[in-house]
């Protein structure tokens, strides 16, 4: 029943997004096993496939513990730890960011200025793709550079703001504990 009531709630934190997108991204069936359809909705093939690789690269660093501390270093507006936010939703780093959305943020205002390779309200699961800069990353920087950013949204969908602390801060942070 545990995975069943965690699939309700992915679908009722997901409420914003129209029925068609839920029903084709996640279904729970009765033994509590949730099946899922890609998340990633970007028009762009090369820059989906950075993405993809991304999410994956992101779910193996964070399976280690010292990158997973991340979750405990940051707070979102409350003052709850980010690990207590995952806790109450009964998930783990590498599952939450497989339930992350990826679409093209390119209209976005940071997107357009060239500020961004990615934007996610606090406690969105809605992640807005700079497609072109995202794809830029992966084909200029070396392994690390791309996963990193996918690792910065997930802080700020599970509710970590920004200024304070600063974009940069957070990339050092993510960095420090999930570089090798």
Known sequence: MGGFRRCRVGLRLLGFVTASVVGASARCDVTGAE???P?????DGVAAAAVENAIEQ??????????????????????????A???DLQSTPEEYVSELFFYDGSSHKSCRAGRARAV??????????CGREFARVRVSRPP????????????????LGEDPPSSSEINARVRARCGH
């Open 58 to 83: 992101a779910r193996r660093r964070l399976a280690e513990p010292e990158c997973r501390k991340l979750l405990s270093d940051f707070t979102d507006a409350s003052g709850r730890s980010l690990q």
């Open 120 to 129: 996610t309200a606090p406690g969105s699961r809605v992640v807005l793709v």
């Open 144 to 159: 690390g550079g791309y996963d990193f950013v996918v690792i910065h949204e997930m802080l700020h969908s599970l509710g």
């Open 35 to 37: 099946k899922r359809a």
């Open 85 to 87: 936010v995952l806790d």
């Open 39 to 43: 998340r990633v909705r970007l028009r």
